[in-house]
């Protein structure tokens, strides 16, 4: 009757024991990802399944989902995840203003302000300050996109010469540059 009962446990403590490991495997994957600690509050990372609603702003016209809402210490912090890498000198300005826009429409759907947010690329993470000077830019680039559309002719930047290499309206284009 004892030997029964002592097989019993020594399962269940490698049962134990491998819980721990993948539980262990799995903080340290979440950690390198750039996700902060806390508890997920919505995720659009999978692209295979919708989880929430959008967050939408009818206020400022605005709608998203950040590939990661987390509840932290901090407060809500809203995570953009991107496949590509960084720029050596920081995040690219595009991503900053989307990871703001995200931070606006957190504040305007919980009434308060996320401290900041954070851009993870393939070889590091940002973190990027919630700051009003910021939140007002983004308003007024969206508010100019808005403008835009109504205009005849809308000119193109290049203030990015390999983004204009790149671009597939090259061909087309009466401003393209180098």
Request: overall charge positive; hydrophobic content about 40%.
């Amino acid at each position: 009757m004892v030997r029964p009962m002592v097989a019993a446990v020594f399962l269940l403590a490698i049962a134990f024991v491998l819980e721990l490991l993948v539980w262990i495997h799995a903080g340290r994957r979440i950690a390198r990802s750039g996700i902060p600690e806390g508890r997920v509050i919505s995720q659009d990372a999978d692209r295979r399944r919708e989880l929430h609603r959008p967050l939408v702003s009818r206020r400022y016209g605005l709608a998203g989902k950040p590939d990661y809402l987390v509840e932290t210490t901090e407060g809500l912090v809203p995570v953009e995840l991107k496949s590509r890498n960084s720029l050596r000198s920081g995040p690219y300005a595009s991503d900053t203003a989307q990871l703001t826009a995200y931070c606006v429409l957190v504040e305007e759907a919980t009434g308060v302000a996320p401290t900041h947010g954070i851009i993870r690329y393939a070889n590091r993470s940002f973190r990027i300050s919630y700051a009003p000077q910021a939140r007002d830019q983004v308003l007024q680039a969206i508010e100019e996109m808005r403008s835009a559309r109504h205009s005849p002719s809308v000119h193109r930047s290049h203030a990015q010469p390999a983004r204009c290499r790149a671009c597939g309206f090259r061909a087309a284009c009466e401003e393209q540059i180098g």
